[in-house]
T-cell receptor
Framework: DGGITQSPKYLFRKEGQNVTLSCEQN?????MYWYRQDPGQGLRLIYY???????QKGDIAEGYSVSREKKESFPLTVTSAQKNPTAFYLC????????????FGPGTRLTVL | QKEVEQDPGPLSVPEGAIVSLNCTYS??????FMWYRQYSRKGPELLMY????GNKEDGRFTAQVDKSSKYISLFIRDSQPSDSATYLC???????????????FGQGTILTVHP
């Protein structure tokens, strides 16, 4: 089955810790994205990558970091610098570099204790 | 003012009703318009994708784009309880610079279809 997988489904973090969220796709898509979803605020773009070894900041990149060493993988690290990390994190991918028709993974819910 | 405005609802309708979901936007560069359905605690699922103005129909769903009014709609006919979800509009277009037409989402409308 082709698709996007995210792990873990739920993640708990103590304040001051860095955590890494996994995103893998087997759709052979070039572009991948990370979004954050908070109640009543829709989806906000954190980082995106159009090609391997290249990525750009989105609207709310502060406190986050990413890497794109392989086409299939785009992990997101939530650092201790992110002041309000509790949220639902969504990874997406699209076939082309024009941001159209993005397909989403099932999400990771991060809670800071 | 947000680039994309969507009434968050919640919207509650009886089974079989026609549902109308709407978004307005301010950026005239938007050319690609999408509707996503998101069930609780799940990732969004792409429902409809349209380019520029006009209508597109897929089963019980019709997407409508009016670029002159900067207004898009999603109609659901013969709504079912399984349609209960949050519906997100999204749009993109060439906006110049490094943004390269990134996807901009509405806040989402919560829909409940009761039997």
């Amino acid at each position: 089955d082709g698709g996007i997988t995210q792990s873990p489904k739920y993640l708990f973090r103590k304040e001051g810790q860095n955590v890494t969220l996994s995103c893998e796709q087997n759709l052979n898509h070039d572009a991948m994205y990370w979004y954050r979803q908070d109640p009543g605020q829709g989806l906000r773009l954190i980082y995106y990558s159009q090609i391997v070894n290249d990525f750009q900041k989105g609207d709310i990149a502060e406190g986050y970091s990413v890497s794109r060493e392989k086409k299939e993988s785009f992990p997101l690290t939530v650092t201790s610098a992110q002041k309000n990390p509790t949220a639902f994190y969504l990874c997406a991918s699209s076939a082309d570099r024009a941001y159209n028709e993005q397909f989403f993974g099932p999400g990771t819910r991060l809670t800071v204790l | 003012q947000k680039e994309v405005e969507q009434d968050p609802g919640p919207l509650s309708v009886p089974e079989g009703a026609i549902v109308s979901l709407n978004c307005t936007y301010s950026n005239s560069a938007f050319q690609y318009f999408m509707w996503y359905r998101q069930y609780s605690r799940k990732g969004p699922e792409l429902l409809m994708y349209t380019y520029s103005s006009g209508n597109k129909e897929d089963g019980r769903f019709t997407a409508q784009v009016d670029k002159s009014s900067k207004y898009i709609s999603l109609f659901i006919r013969d709504s079912q309880p399984s349609d209960s979800a949050t519906y997100l509009c999204a749009m993109s277009g060439w906006t110049g610079g490094t943004s390269y037409g990134k996807l901009t989402f509405g806040q989402g409308t919560i829909l409940t279809v009761h039997p």
